[in-house]
Nanobody, 125 residues
Framework: QVQLVESGGGLVQAGGSLMVSCVASARTFSSYAMGWFRQAPGKEREFVAAITRGGSGTFYADSVKGRFTISRDNAKNTVYLQMNSLKPEDTAIYYC??????????????????WGQGTQVTVSS
């Protein structure tokens, strides 16, 4: 089992920025694709961003493209999500996820086998 712990959530005003982080316990962190998903009240969990094992490729939901940036530091077993120009619609619990399956795309929730506990991000208008 891989343990994932998110941090960095909080309250921010619309237009502001916030960075959330996820630290993994895995010894082979670089073997996992990493993703960020979010779930707002009353809504299904949705894809936000993903990054390939080596960090050479990134993927973003249309709703966050141009505003959010995903990155990883394999030496620190950490993946980051830098969120800029935040909107109230970004309010959600943000979850970090890790996966190794190659049969699903990076944007698919089914690709990911391990999940963190989530960190709350609230954007006020």
């Amino acid at each position: 089992q891989v343990q994932l712990v998110e941090s960095g959530g909080g309250l921010v005003q619309a237009g502001g920025s916030l960075m959330v982080s996820c630290v993994a316990s895995a010894r082979t962190f670089s073997s996992y694709a990493m993703g960020w998903f979010r779930q707002a009240p009353g809504k299904e969990r949705e894809f936000v961003a993903a990054i390939t094992r080596g960090g050479s490729g990134t993927f973003y939901a249309d709703s966050v493209k141009g505003r959010f940036t995903i990155s990883r530091d394999n030496a620190k077993n950490t993946v980051y999500l830098q969120m800029n120009s935040l909107k109230p619609e970004d309010t959600a619990i943000y979850y970090c996820a890790a996966g190794q399956s190659g049969i699903y795309g990076y944007t698919s929730i089914r690709k990911y086998d391990y999940w963190g506990q989530g960190t709350q991000v609230t954007v006020s208008s």
